[in-house]
C-alpha cells in the first residue's frame, strides 16, 4: 500500500425507536496518509465540520479482526474504540459540548491485501448511558491512483 491513500467510510445508523427499519446513512471519501507500524495499519485524515471553522485531525489504527480504534483531536476530542464482543466508554468533547459514548462491538472483518483494506463493524452506540443507534460501517482504503480508488471530485487517478 501506497502513503498517499483515498478512505471511504460509509455506514448506517438505525435509531432504536424507528419502527420503519431504514437507516440514517452516511459517508465520507477524503485523501488520507497510511502507514504500517509493528503490524499494525494506521490511516490519517482530517475531517471539516459544517458550520464552524477549523477541522478534526483523525488517527484510524487497525489490529486485524480484533481491534479498531479511531481517535479524534482537535475541535472533537475521542478515543473510540471497537473491539467485538466488548463495550468500551470514550468521552466525545465537541464545541457544543462533552458527552459518555459507549460502543457495544458485535462484529468487525477485516480485510487486508496489497492494495486495500477493507473493514466491516456492527455496533450499538449509547450516549449517556441511554440507547441511541444501532450501526453498520463500512471503511475502505486504496492508493490515489489505484483503479479501485473511489470517486472524488479533484482527485486525479492516473
Known amino acids: 500500500m501506497t502513503k498517499d491513500v483515498l478512505i471511504s467510510i460509509s455506514g448506517l445508523h438505525f435509531g432504536t ?12 471519501i477524503t485523501p488520507a496518509v497510511y502507514y504500517l507500524k509493528n503490524d499494525r495499519h494506521y490511516v490519517l485524515y ?5 458550520g464552524v471553522p477549523g477541522t ?6 487497525i489490529n486485524g479482526d480484533s ?3 479511531l481517535r479524534k483531536s482537535g475541535l472533537a476530542n475521542a478515543r473510540m474504540v471497537f473491539e467485538k464482543g466488548r463495550m468500551n466508554m470514550t468521552s466525545y468533547q465537541t464545541p457544543f459540548g462533552e458527552m459518555m459514548v459507549g ?7 477485516t480485510e487486508v491485501a496489497e492494495d486495500r483494506i477493507d473493514v466491516h463493524i456492527s455496533y450499538a452506540l449509547d ?12 471503511v475502505h482504503i486504496r492508493p490515489v491512483h489505484s483503479a479501485e480508488a473511489p ?5 486525479l487517478k492516473s
Not at 56 to 61: L, R, S
Request: with cysteine; charged share 40%; glycine share 6%.
Open 127 to 138: 450516549i449517556n448511558s441511554e440507547p441511541l443507534s444501532d450501526c453498520e460501517i463500512d
Open 46 to 50: 482530517d475531517e471539516v465540520v459544517e
Open 56 to 61: 478534526v485531525k483523525n488517527t484510524i489504527k
Open 17 to 28: 425507536e424507528e419502527e420503519n427499519g431504514e437507516g440514517e446513512p452516511v459517508e465520507i
Open 67 to 69: 481491534l479498531f480504534e
Open 151 to 155: 470517486e472524488m471530485p479533484g482527485i
Open 103 to 109: 460502543i457495544h462491538t458485535r462484529d468487525i472483518t
